[in-house]
């Protein structure tokens, strides 16, 4: 079973603060995509990474593969109110369906 | 705005009643996915359509019973649910249905059972 483990869990700071979320799985995956689910909506794609130690920039959010393509963190500089909400990592499980990660909740006070 | 709508918002039902989530799409997308979401829970997948043929069941209780009527549209029929069945309902789609597509959700039905 590819599981894919999101630290932390739950993370509340205040505005203008930076923040690292990790992703990792002890399986390899052909890529990662991060997503964001706001309160009440449905989660939206941020970025998808595919190959080992890539970078991806994003406004203020910094997104890495690592190398062996096992684990991949986010990076937020100056955090935003509007940066609330659930962060989810996603990988490829087969031909058509997708794992998940446990999920990170971030909460940016103003 | 989402590209993939889903109705209604908001649903509460009891738990001998039959009702019906929708989802639409108009982006040429060939597969259609049903998710349920518990609070502060990754979704869980429930089903996927690819090219409007069941594809993927994940031993998903019969009192749950999809249905694709055509490309753009995925129902989700229910009918003497629980209430653990209390939860967001999330559609979503992609292009051909390959799991490292990139997945549209709508913005989900939160349902609540009585």
């Known amino acids: 079973t590819q599981l894919l483990e999101q630290s932390p869990q739950f993370l509340s700071i205040q505005e203008g603060e930076n923040l690292t979320v990790y992703c990792n799985s002890s399986?390899?995956?052909?890529?990662l995509q991060w997503y964001r689910q706001e309160p009440g909506e449905g989660p939206v794609l941020l970025v998808t990474v595919v190959t080992g130690g890539e970078v991806k920039k994003l406004k203020r959010l910094t997104f890495q593969f690592g190398d062996a393509r096992k684990d991949s963190s986010l990076h937020i500089t100056a955090a935003q109110p509007g940066d609330t909400g659930l962060y989810l990592c996603a990988g490829p499980r087969g031909y058509q369906k997708v794992t998940f990660g446990t999920g990170t909740k971030l909460q940016v006070i103003p | 705005d989402t590209e993939v709508t889903q109705t209604p918002k908001h649903l509460v039902m009891g738990m001998t009643n039959k009702k019906s989530l929708k989802c639409e799409q108009h982006m040429g997308h060939r597969a259609m996915y049903w998710y349920k979401q518990k609070a502060k829970k990754p979704p869980e997948l429930m089903f996927v359509?690819?090219?409007?043929?069941?594809?993927i069941n994940e031993s998903v209780p019969s009192r749950f019973s999809p249905e694709c009527p055509n490309s753009s549209l995925l129902n989700l029929h229910l009918h003497a649910l629980q209430p653990e069945d209390s939860a967001l309902y999330l559609c979503?789609?992609?292009?051909?249905?390959?799991?490292?597509?990139?997945?549209?959700f709508g913005d989900g039905t939160r349902l609540s059972i009585l």
């Open positions: 979503a789609s992609s292009q051909g249905g390959l799991s490292n597509q990139p997945q549209h």
């Open positions: 359509y690819s090219y409007e043929k069941l594809s």
């Open positions: 399986s390899v995956f052909s890529s």
